[in-house]
């Protein structure tokens, strides 16, 4: 099993939106059968500025499944939107 979680920082302008339209367009990428656990989640309120502000976790029973939701078209969608709207990027992928 492959944990692989994506951590994002946003831009400024129009945050709060941007964070809500995230994790609504995250919704979409469950349709994907490779994905066997979905959590896209924000960061709390109360915690540092400096954390990041939302997260993908999903975990993939293996590296082909992982690969397999990179290219997929519903992804490449969901990435094209979030390419849009980021700052940061932190992610890694690793074994359960």
Do not use: W
């Amino acid at each position: 099993m492959i944990r692989h979680i994506c951590m994002f920082k946003l831009k400024e302008e129009n945050k709060e939106n941007n964070i809500a339209e995230f994790l609504e367009r995250a919704e979409s990428l469950k349709a994907l059968k490779e994905i066997k656990r979905f959590e896209a989640v924000r960061n709390s309120k109360d915690t540092p500025a400096s954390n990041y502000d939302v997260s993908l976790i999903f975990d993939f029973e293996t590296v082909d499944d992982l690969n397999g939701y990179q290219t997929a078209d519903v992804h490449v969608k969901f990435a094209d939107f979030v390419a849009s709207v980021k700052t940061e990027r932190a992610c890694i992928d690793y074994e359960l």
